[in-house]
Nanobody
């Protein structure tokens, strides 16, 4: 059974940093492109970043380029999102997702950027 468990969110001031983690299980992790999405109140869930199975290629939404970094540890079945220079508009619930299992989502982790 596919499971995705996100953690690491919290309240941070503008300009601060957070590192999100996602623990994956129930599928062949190393063969999957992994992504982070976010959903702000009243808005659709949007793609933030993605990383290929071996970690050799990444892709970012324009709004987070240069501030966020996605990475993965295939030995631990973990994917991470390092978020720097956070802005109030980054406030959202953040979810990870496996490309081959688009219907599976974890509970998400809340990120709130506010002074």
């Amino acid at each position: 059974q596919v499971q995705l468990v996100e953690s690491g969110g919290g309240l941070v001031q503008p300009g601060g940093s957070l590192r999100l983690s996602c623990a994956a299980s129930g599928f062949t992790f190393r063969r999957n492109v992994m992504s982070w999405y976010r959903q702000a109140p009243g808005k659709e869930r949007d793609l933030v970043a993605a990383i290929t199975g071996a970690g050799g290629s990444t892709n970012y939404a324009d709004s987070v380029k240069g501030r966020f970094t996605i990475s993965r540890d295939n030995a631990k079945n973990m994917v991470y999102l390092q978020m720097n220079s956070l802005k109030p508009e980054d406030t959202a619930v953040y979810y990870c997702n496996a490309h081959s299992y688009p219907g599976y989502w974890g509970q998400g982790t809340q990120v709130t950027v506010s002074s």
